[in-house]
């Protein structure tokens, strides 16, 4: 299983995208879900995550500016990012979270360039 991301593009600074992932509705009904991002020579980063319940957590990096949603009627998992600055350019992912690792091998992300 593999979780393909969407909704990437450039943007100038200050701007805002809305990402989105579908994901396979036995996962999304059983564990927590996450967006992660990733520039070159860095390592993964988880940056939000959101519970079944509804319940979000950020990074320090993004907090106040990047929200994560999830829609339980179309299994899909949004993250809403805002005020974007050219440190936010990296590729974006989403997966399952388990005790902040990834769930399953990793889909297509969706490039985020923020120009200045």
């Known amino acids: 299983v593999q979780l393909q991301a969407s909704g990437g593009g450039l943007v100038q600074t200050g701007g805002s995208l809305r990402l989105s992932c579908v994901a396979p509705?036995?996962?999304?009904?059983?564990?927590?879900m996450g967006w992660w991002r990733q520039t070159p020579g860095d390592r993964r980063e988880l940056v939000a995550r959101i519970t079944r319940g509804g319940d979000t957590d950020y990074a320090d990096s993004v907090k106040g500016r990047f929200t994560i949603s999830r829609d339980n009627a179309k299994n899909t998992v949004n993250l809403h990012i805002s005020n974007l600055k050219p440190e936010d350019t990296a590729v974006y992912y989403c997966?399952?979270?388990?005790?902040?690792?990834?769930?399953?091998?990793w889909g297509q992300g969706t490039l985020v360039t923020v120009s200045s």
């Open positions: 997966n399952g979270v388990i005790a902040g690792r990834p769930f399953v091998s």
């Open positions: 509705i036995d996962m999304f009904n059983i564990i927590d």
